[in-house]
Structures are given as structure tokens and as C-alpha cells.
């Protein structure tokens, strides 16, 4: 078993990825992360306010997902910063939309 540098993949080669919650979660636990995620001192959830980027659609899932993804970049994009209790996932796929940016670190 080896541990060497051989078998490391560098950074610019890493797949990119973001922290999205999973369509199943409920209203309370999406309420919860985007609460959780936003009082992070790393986080900036400015991006959910009334007329800014990432305002519409105004839904819940959708402004949880965005602050469970500043989280998780913030946080250093460890599969374990995208746990919130089971209800979120890591994917590959970009899910930025229209001028809402889904930041990648």
C-alpha cells in the first residue's frame, strides 16, 4: 500500500463539485441548513436578498441549496461538510442558473 504523491489527483484536475439539497428534504430541515449555513462567519448568504443574484425562484429548496453550497465551499468542500443531516448531496453538475452563480472555490 503505498500513500505516496503518485497517487494524489491535483487540485486543477479534481472533478468540480457542489452541495445541493436533495428534493426529498423537508421544509423544517431546509430551514434549519439555510439558518445553520447563512450564521457561518465564512459564509455570505447577501446573495439570497430580495433583488440580488440568487433571489428567484423563491423557494426554499432553492435558497437552501445555495447557502449549503457557500457552506460547503467555505468549509473546504469535504463530502462531510455536505451531510446537513442527510438531506443533501454532492453533484458534479454546475446548478448555477440564470445570474444565480453557484460559487465554486
Not at 472533478?15 to 430551514?31: F, N, Q, Y
Amino acid at each position: 500500500m503505498s500513500f505516496g504523491a503518485a497517487n494524489l489527483v491535483p487540485a486543477a484536475k479534481a472533478d468540480k463539485t457542489w452541495c445541493v439539497a436533495k428534493p426529498s428534504s423537508d421544509a423544517a430541515t431546509l430551514m434549519a441548513n439555510l439558518n445553520y449555513a447563512c450564521s457561518q462567519l465564512q459564509v455570505d448568504c447577501r446573495v439570497l436578498r430580495i433583488g440580488c443574484a440568487c433571489a428567484r425562484p423563491d423557494s426554499l429548496i432553492s435558497h437552501a441549496s445555495v447557502a449549503m453550497n457557500l457552506y460547503y465551499q467555505a468549509a473546504g468542500r469535504h463530502y462531510w461538510n455536505c451531510f446537513f443531516n442527510n438531506s443533501a448531496l454532492v453533484t458534479t453538475t454546475d446548478p448555477s442558473f440564470d445570474s444565480c452563480v453557484y460559487e465554486y472555490i
